[in-house]
């Protein structure tokens, strides 16, 4: 079983800046894959970015160039740099690890979410 938890939320203007951490935690074999989601009231969950073991990663058109995903070389921690923050950001963020086992089967689990308040 995996624990999610993410921090580093908060309330920032417009054009500032926020750190989402993603930490890991429990009894799993590999976390090969982290990604970021957002949702909004009365909305779908939406992607934002994810990286995969070996630091491959993508990135949600809306985001692209503002948004930086990393994690630490071996270590089960993923951050969200959030630069030039907009209103249209504010929303909830999720993260979601995948982990895979030595039967190479592969499971998912979200955190609670972090909320994101970017004001105008």
């Known amino acids: 079983q995996v624990h999610v938890v993410e921090s580093g939320g908060g309330l920032v203007q417009s054009g500032g800046s926020l750190r989402l951490s993603c930490a890991a935690s429990?009894?799993?074999?590999?976390?090969?894959?982290m990604a970021w989601y957002r949702q909004t009231p009365g909305n779908q969950r939406e992607f934002v970015a994810s990286i995969y073991t070996g630091n491959t990663a993508a990135y949600a058109d809306s985001v692209k160039g503002r948004f930086t995903i990393s994690r630490e070389t071996g270590q089960n921690t993923a951050y969200l740099e959030m630069n030039s923050l907009k209103p249209e950001d504010t929303a909830v963020y999720y993260c979601?690890?995948?982990?895979?086992?030595?039967?190479?089967?592969?499971?998912?689990?979200w955190g609670q979410g972090t909320q994101v308040t970017v004001s105008s």
């Open positions: 979601k690890v995948r982990e895979l086992e030595a039967t190479l089967n592969q499971f998912e689990f």
């Open positions: 429990g009894r799993f074999y590999k976390i090969n894959f």
